[in-house]
C-alpha cells in the first residue's frame, strides 16, 4: 500500500528468467515463478520481461486472469509514473514494432473509402487485410478443416427463389418484431468474441451502430467490454440480448445473469453447442507461423505436455474457456435453474437438429437459434439453414411455440430472405460485424446494416414481397445441383 | 435565339467549378450549378469542364437528360463552329485518349477474321477485347455474385439429348412461327439496353442483320436508338416487338406504347421482373476500376450520401431506370390498362415460375418469357430453362393456353433445340447480339444468326428431326449429375 | 500416252495463280482452273505449286478425289523421273519441313521405351506429343465444346464395383464370342478414320496387332488403307467387321457392301449417327493455328461464302463425307435395301436411346452398337454407358434379341468390365488404337491389347470372376455422387 | 563351410555381367548366373556388382530369397572381414548417396517440432517430405488412377452430423472392446506392409505405441520385422491381431497360423481382397521416375517380356506376393480348413459388399473388415463406408451375428465416430500409422493416437455422447451434396 512506487529503470532490470517482472496497466507484477505454469509458455511472457505487457495481455486474458493465478506478494505494486503501452522506448525500442504491425499499419492506410464498398465481402477483404495475423486467425478459424464453416455459406446456394411480380413493392417494410422488440431488419448481431482483437473499441462500435439503426445485439459471454458498458453506451430504446456461457461455477454464471437482467438486458441466450472448445487448428498454428515470420526463435514445449500446451496455450480465451465450461448441462436440471434465477426470456443458441428443437419446444423454451457456432465447434455439424430447413418439412409446428433464428455464414440480403422465407422469425451475423469493425470501426458497422438494409430491400422487391409477412416456404426452391461459388473452390 | 455564339476559345476558359461549361451537340451548357447535383458526382463532368463532353455524355443518357436538368438559361446556345467530338485538341489534348481508349483501338484491329469465328462463344471472346472497360462492365454483369448470370447457362448442361436415329433429314425446316409471325429459326432478339456503348450505329445493326435473316428483334425499352429510327431501318415486311418498361409517368408509357403500335410494332413485352434495378456490382465497380488504372485521383462522395452516389451515380441509365421504374404493377391493374390503350399483343418478359406463368394464362395473356432478365435482376432466381421444365412437367396445359419462350444464357444451337424441345416457341438471346455488334457491327449480327442456323440445323438432323414439329419432351433427359463446363470454373 | 515425260525443273516453273502444277504420285497435274474450286481453298495448293504434292494430299483424299475434279486435259501426264515425296529439294527446300514437323521429329525421339507404358492413357500422352499438329486434331475432335466427348469417359465413374470374395479365380478365362466368331477379349476395334495421319502404314498396324491376338477389327468406312489390302493383312482366321457409312449413291454403296463380303468380312455395321458431320470446332480451328505458329501469311475467303469455306474447306475428308452422305436413311427402306444386297449381319452403329434399341430388335437387326461417335457428332448425346444402364433397367429384354456393345470413352480394364456386367457383349475402341499406332506403331497396338488384357483380367480376378458370364449386373452400382477423375478438369 | 573367408578386395574385382557377385549381411554370393533371372532385371544387380548390397537388398526381399533362387555353389561364404552397409567406400564411393538419399537427409533435419504436429495430415506432411521416394511410392499407391484410394476418404465428407445438446459430457468413456479385447479407442491398427521402409525399427514403432496406448495391433503378413520379434517387443497385457495371407503353399500357412496362435496373437484376419496384386501404377513407375532424376542410364528390356519385367520386376515384394497367393479360396472349403488349424477366431479383411457380409454372418464368422485394401487393389471397388452404410439400412441383422470394422481413407476423429455411430465396432487405421513411424518413430505412433483420442473425445463430447454406446445412426446423416475438401482436387 504504501511502499514506494516502481520506476521503469527499476522494471526494466528485471527481464529474463532468472527475473522476470511485467508492467499491466500501471501495476508491477513478478512473473518469475509463474513462468513455467503460464498456459501459453514463457516463451511469450519473457518477450515482456522488463516491460510494459498490457497491450499484449489485455485482450486475450479474462479480467480475473491476475488474481487467479498470482500471490498476493508477487504483485509488487503500482508505477511511480504512468506507463501507457509502449512507453518505455529507451529500454527495448527493437522489439516494439513486429513485421507484422507494420504491415498492418501500412495495410491500414491502403483501405477503399467506405462509398467504394459494396457487399459484405468488400469489408471482409478489407479486415482480412488489415487485420493483425493472429486476430484474424482467431477470428476466421473453423474446426478441422472448416468444412462446416464454409458448407454454412455454400448451403445458401442450394436454395433458389420463385419470384412472384406484378405486386406492388414500392411500399417495402422490412422491421420486424424479434422476441417482441422492435427491429428495422430479420436480423440481429450474434454473439461472437473479442471483438477488441479488430479494433480498441471493441462491441461498443457494434452498439453504437446498432444503436442508430435500431438493430438487436446480442452480447457475447466472451466480450471484450464489459456489459456493464456496452449497456451505458447503448440508447435507451436499444435492445441488447445476453450470450451466456454456463460456468461450472454457478454462482459465477447467476451473477452474471443477474448482473445482465438489471442492466437491461432483454433476454439470455444459453449456449449449447460448446461444451467444449472445438479442435481450431488455424488459430492454433498462428502463433508458429506468426513467429516464423517474424523470423523469432521458437519456444518449445516437448515431451508429455506438448498437447496441454498446444491447445491450452494459445490464448488465455481458450485456457479459460476450456476451464470454467460446464460440460454437464442438461434439459432436467439446467432450464429450471436457469429459470429460478432469472426473469427475462431463455433462449438456447446452438441447437443442431430436429430432436432438440422439438425438446425445445415442449419444454416452452423462447426461442433458439439454429447454429453449429460458425463452423468453430463439431466439424460436420449440419449447415444451420439445412437444419432449418428440415425444421420446416419435418416439423413445422415447432415454429408455432418458439421463434426459430439460424447464425453461421449469412453474407447478402438474399441469404436472411431465404431463411426467413424457410421459418426463421430472424438470422444473427457474427464474423461480418467482426470484420466490418475490424476494417472500419463503427462505421463499418453502420455500412454493413446499411447494406443488408438495400439488399433485403431490393431482394423482397423482386420477389415481389412488401413485408416480412409475405416471405414464406412457397418462394423457395431447394435445388437437386451445386452452383459454383466462391466456396466451391478450396 | 440570336445571340452571339460562343466559340470553344470562349467555352475552354470555364473549366473548373467555379465555372464550369461543357459541349453537347454543339450546344453549350453551363453545368456550374448542376454540379452538386449530377448523379454521377461533379468529378466525371468537371473531366469535360470548358470541352466537348458528346462522346461521353451520349451513350449513358436518356434523350431528354439535359431538359430535365437544366433551366432554359444554363443553356448558353449553339456553338459557334461545329465542334465533333475530340475538336478542340489545342485546349486539352492530353485529356483526348484514355489508356481504355487506346487499347479498344489496338485490340479492334487485331480481331480475328469472321471466316475465323466458328461459336458464338467465339465472339464473346472478340467482344470482351474490343469493348470499352465500362461498357463491357455493363454488358456482362450479373446481379450479385453473379450465381444466376452462371446457373442460366449451367442449366442447358444438364439436359441431354435422346437422338432418334434413320430418319429422313435431308431437308430440314428450322422455321416457325412466333405470335403468328414469320421467322427462319426459333428464336429471337431479346431485348438489352444501349447497344451504342459497342458500336455507334448501336440497334440498328441489329435491325439490319435481322431483316436479312428473317430474324425478329424485340427493341429494348432503354434502347440508344429511337424507335422510330429502327423502324425506319427495318425492311417492311420485318418484324419489331416492343420491350415496354412501365414508369410511374403513366401518360408517358401510353405514349411509348401508341407511338410503337403506329410504327407498326407488332408486340408488347412488358418487363416485369425489374420493380427495382438489380445489384449489379461489377458495373457499379467498373467506374472506380477504371479511375485506378488510368492512374486519375479518386473522387469520393463520402458521409451520408455514399449509398445514393454508389447505386445512382454510375450512369444516367441506372439513374433514370431506377427514378421512373413503376414499382406497384398489378395483375388486377396494370394489365386492363395496357389493354386499354393499344390493341396490340400483351406479353409478359420476366415471369419466373410457375404460378405466375399459370395467372398469366388464366388472364389470357398472349405469351410469356420465363427470364431472370440475363441474371441481372434477382440473384437466385431459378434459371429459365429450370422453370421451362418444371412448367412443362407440371402444368402442360399452360403452353396451350399461351406462347412460352425463354431467354438468358442461350449460346448454342443444341441450347435453342432443348428449349424448344421442352415446349418453348421461341427462345430470346440478348447478350450475344450486343456482343456481335460490339466486334463486328452488322456483319457480326449476321454471322450470330449463321452460326445459328447452323448449330440448329446440324442438331435437329442428328437428333432424327426434320421440322420444329418433330421437338418434343421425350428427346430430351434431365441428367442427375452435372457435366464440366466452362461455367464450372469461377 | 505417248506425250514426253514432264521433269521436275519445267513443273517447277508453274508456281503460282498464273499457271499451277503440282506432282501428286509421279503424275503431273494442272490446277490452275481448279484453284478457285478447291474446297480448301486455293491458298494450301499454292503452297505446292510447282512441287511434288503427294505427302499433303494423299491423308486427306479420297481415292478418287482427282477423277472428281480435274477434266483429262489437265491431267498433264507422268514426270518424267520418279518424285518421291520431298524429292524436288533443290526448288524449294525452306518449305520442306515445318516448325511442326521439327517437332514432331523431335519428340519421336523421346517417346518412351514400350516398357514403361503402363496403361492407355501413357500412350495416349506420347501420342499427343509425336502426332502432327493437325492430326491430332482430327483424331481428338469432340463436337462443340466437346462435352459428350469428355462425358462418354466421365460416365463410367459413376459405376463402382461390388467385389465378391472367396471365389476361385487362378483360372480366369477373358475369352467370348462376338456375333458368334472368337475372340481373346470381350472387345474389338472400332471404326476410326485416317490411321494413316498418325503412321504410314495406317490400319494396317491394327489388322496386324489384332491378328496376333485374336482381337476383331471393325473397318472404317473412311480408313486410309483398301479395304482389300487390310484383307489381305490378315490371318486366315482373323474376323474383320465392316463399318458402312451409306451414301447417296446407292450403288457405290452396294459395291463396297459386297466387294466386303467377297473380301471376307463377316458383318455390316451401319452408321446411322453420322447422317451430317458435327461441329468439331478443334478439328476447324487446328489449320489456322497451324499457320499462326508457322508464323505463315494466312489466306482469308471472307464475305458470302466464308461459312462454306469454314466447313467445307478444312480438309478433303469433311468435303467428301459431307457430300455424299445419305441423310434420308428409314428403318422402313435402308435395313431392307441391305439386306437385299448382302447376306452378312446388318448391325447399327450410333444407336443412342432406347426406343431406337427396341426398334432394331424390333425389326431383327443382329446387334447394336450404343454410340454418340465417340462424342463426335450430336453434342449431349447420352453417354453410351447411360444409356446401356438405362437400356438393362427399362429392357433386359433386348439383350436376349440382339447384342449390345458400346464404344466411346473406354480406357481402363475396369471401363470393359462394367459394360460387360450391365449387359453389353463387347466394347469397342476406336481413339485408343489411333494413338496407339501413332505411337508406336504395330507394337502399339500389340501393347494397348496387352494392357487390356491385363486390366481386365485383375479386374475380374477381384471381381470374383473367372469367365465372362460370371460378369452381371449385380456387380455393379451406379452411385450417386461424382468421382473426382481426370475428366473433372476442363 | 571351411574354406578360407573372401576379402572385399576379392569381391569387388567381380563387378561386371561376366562375373558378379554380391554382399548380402557378410556373406558372399556369384549371381553371375542369376543375372537373366532376377525379376528386377540385372541392371539393379549389376548395380551392386563387386559390393555389398544389404542396404538395397534386405527391404525388398522376402527372408528365403537367397534360398529359393542360388544354388548352394553359387553361395560363396562369408566375408573376411564384416561390411556393413557402406563399409566398401574405397571401391565406389559415387554410389553410395543418391540425391534422393541427400533430400532425406535434409528434410530430417527440418522436421517441425512434434508439439506443432496437430493432425493426423501434418503428418503425413511431413512423411512425404522425409520419405525416400520409392518408399513413399509404395505406402502412398493406390490402384489404377486411384479413384478409390481418394474415394474412400471423400465418403466421409458426405456424412453429417446431428448432434445432441443438454446432455452431460463431461465424462466421456473411449473405450470400447473389440473382440472381447479392451481397447482405449473404437480403432486398431490394420495390416500394412514394409514399415522398415519408413524407419529402420520397422513395426517395432507401432507395437511399442500402441501398447503403452492401449491400442491393438493388427500385425501385417508382409511385416518386416518377425512377429516373434513383435510378440516379444509388446507388454505382456497387449493384444496382437494376425493378418493373413493364404499361400498356395498350404503347410506353409499353417505354419504361419500356428506359429501366431503360440506366440500369443490373439485373432486371424484373413485377407480375402487380394488374390491378386492390384495394379499399382504409382509404385511401378517410381523406379524409373527415380533413376531419371538421379540421371542414371536406364536399363531397358524390350520385347516379349516387357510386362513380366514391369510388373515383377518393381519389388521382390511384389514379386513375392502374386508368386504366392491363393487365388482359388473358396467359401466351403478355405473357412472349415483355416478351422481345423487354429483356435483362435478367424475374421475376413476385405469384404467388399452387402451379399459376402451376410455369407460370413451366416457361416459364423466372428467379425469382418469392410475394406478395399486402402484404395490398392481393385479399382472403383465402393468406399468402406458406403458399404457400411449401406449394409445398416439393408441388413442391420449382420451386425448382432459378427463384429464389423472398416478401414481405408480414416483421418479424424470425426471420422471414426461416424463409423461407430453407423455399426462398426471399431476402425482401423494402415497408412496413418506408416507416416508416424516414417516421420517420427515410435514418438509419431504415440502421437497420432493422441490426436485421435482427442478430436474422438471433442466429437463425442460435442455430439452429446458420453460413452461408445451413445453413438447411433440417428447421429449421422447422408447428404445429398457434396462438400469441398482436400480429396476434390486431384
Same sequence: chains 1, 2, 3, 4.
Avoid at 166 to 195: H, N
Wanted: glycine share 8%.
Amino acid at each position: 500500500m504504501s511502499m514506494p512506487r516502481l520506476t521503469v529503470q527499476e522494471v526494466a532490470k528485471h527481464r529474463d528468467s532468472s527475473s522476470c517482472w511485467v508492467i499491466i496497466k500501471n501495476e508491477v507484477y513478478d512473473v518469475t515463478d509463474f513462468l513455467s505454469n503460464h498456459p501459453g509458455g514463457p516463451g511469450i511472457l519473457l518477450k515482456y520481461a522488463g516491460r510494459d505487457a498490457t497491450a499484449a495481455y489485455e485482450p486475450i486474458h479474462p479480467p480475473d486472469a491476475i488474481q487467479q493465478n498470482l500471490t498476493p506478494s508477487q504483485c509488487l505494486g503500482p508505477l511511480a509514473q504512468s506507463a501507457q503501452s509502449g512507453a518505455v522506448p529507451d529500454i527495448a525500442p527493437e522489439l516494439e514494432r513486429t513485421k507484422d504491425e507494420m504491415r498492418v499499419e501500412q495495410t491500414m492506410k491502403q483501405r477503399p473509402p467506405l462509398n467504394q464498398i459494396l457487399s459484405l465481402a468488400d469489408i471482409e477483404t478489407v479486415a482480412k487485410a488489415v487485420l493483425p495475423y493472429s486476430a484474424l486467425a482467431f477470428y476466421s478459424a473453423g474446426t478441422d478443416d472448416e468444412i462446416s464453416l464454409r458448407e454454412n455459406t455454400r448451403a445458401f446456394s442450394r436454395f433458389f427463389f420463385h419470384p412472384r411480380v406484378m405486386r406492388p413493392v414500392s411500399k417495402c417494410d422490412l422491421s420486424t418484431k424479434i422476441l417482441g422488440f422492435d427491429s428495422a431488419l430479420p436480423l440481429f448481431v450474434s454473439g461472437a468474441a473479442q471483438a477488441n482483437l479488430g479494433h480498441p473499441l471493441g462491441e461498443l462500435n457494434i452498439t453504437r451502430g446498432c444503436g442508430k439503426a435500431n438493430i438487436i445485439q446480442m452480447v457475447c459471454g466472451y466480450a471484450s467490454i464489459a456489459r456493464s458498458e456496452i449497456a451505458a453506451a447503448a440508447l435507451p430504446s436499444q435492445t441488447l440480448f445476453l450470450q451466456l456461457y454456463k460456468s461450472t461455477d454457478e454462482e459465477a454464471t447467476v451473477k452474471i445473469v443477474q448482473e445482465a437482467e438489471q442492466l437491461g438486458y432483454k433476454a439470455i441466450f444459453l449456449t449449447v453447442d460448446a461444451v467444449v472448445v472445438g479442435n481450431r487448428e488455424r488459430d492454433v498454428k498462428s502463433t508458429w507461423t506468426l513467429q516464423a515470420e517474424e523470423g523469432k526463435s521458437r519456444y518449445y514445449n516437448e515431451g508429455d505436455e506438448e498437447e496441454k500446451t498446444n491447445y491450452l496455450g494459445k490464448s488465455a480465451l481458450h485456457w479459460n474457456q476450456s476451464r470454467g465450461l460446464d460440460s454437464d448441462m442438461s434439459w432436467e436440471l439446467t432450464i429450471p435453474w436457469l429459470r429460478s434465477v432469472t426473469r427475462l426470456p431463455i433462449l438456447l443458441k446452438g441447437i443442431q437438429c430436429i430432436q432438440d428443437a422439438v425438446l425445445a419446444a415442449d419444454i416452452g423454451i423462447d426461442g433458439i437459434i439454429l447454429s453449429n457456432h460458425g463452423g468453430r465447434q463439431l466439424e460436420y455439424s449440419l449447415p444451420p439453414l439445412e437444419v432449418l430447413y428440415r425444421l420446416r418439412q419435418q416439423r413445422p409446428d415447432v415454429f408455432e411455440k418458439l421463434e426459430v433464428y439460424i447464425d453461421g455464414g449469412i453474407r447478402r440480403g438474399t441469404d436472411v430472405v431465404k431463411a426467413i422465407c424457410l421459418g426463421a422469425t430472424a438470422v444473427g451475423l457474427g464474423r461480418p460485424f467482426l470484420f466490418a469493425l475490424s476494417a472500419y470501426g463503427e462505421a463499418g458497422v453502420t455500412k454493413t446494416i446499411s447494406i443488408l438494409r438495400r439488399e433485403i430491400g431490393t431482394a423482397m422487391r423482386l420477389l415481389g414481397a412488401s413485408s416480412i409477412r409475405d416471405l414464406n416456404p412457397g418462394l423457395v426452391e431447394r435445388v437437386d445441383w451445386e452452383p459454383v461459388t466462391r466456396e466451391s473452390k478450396l
